[in-house]
């Protein structure tokens, strides 16, 4: 067995050699039996099975603690809140959109343009200038 096969072996079947299936775990074992590294390796793997395991360990909880919870659904204690629409909120909204267009107007009329801009515009935009496009498709 290499490395790069233990190493993916650790990582299919976990640090727990008894999950591993009996040829791969004897192969593994004769394989740790003389290599400091690949006790090393079985060791970090070990250590992430650990915090993975105690990542996902449930939370523990009390009768005193489910009661709570089931008598904080049944009251009506929780209330949604639900956004209506009011003048002030339409007023706020149209405000806010005014102000992005002004600002968007001024940042692109402010950004230097290019002559292939201007070429492309007209194109897009009908301009009084003629624009051309030769066969290659560029402008002229």
Known sequence: MTYNQFEQALDRFGSDLDRWPPAMRAEAEALMAGNTRARQMLSEAARLDTLLADTVRPAALDAASI????????TDRHREITVRPTRRLAAWSGAAMAAFLAIGFVIGFAMPQSQDDAALAGLMFGSSTTTTLDTSGGLL
Do not use: D, K, L, T
Request: a positive charge; hydrophobic letters at 60%.
């Open 67 to 74: 009661g709570a919870i089931i008598a904080g659904i049944r």
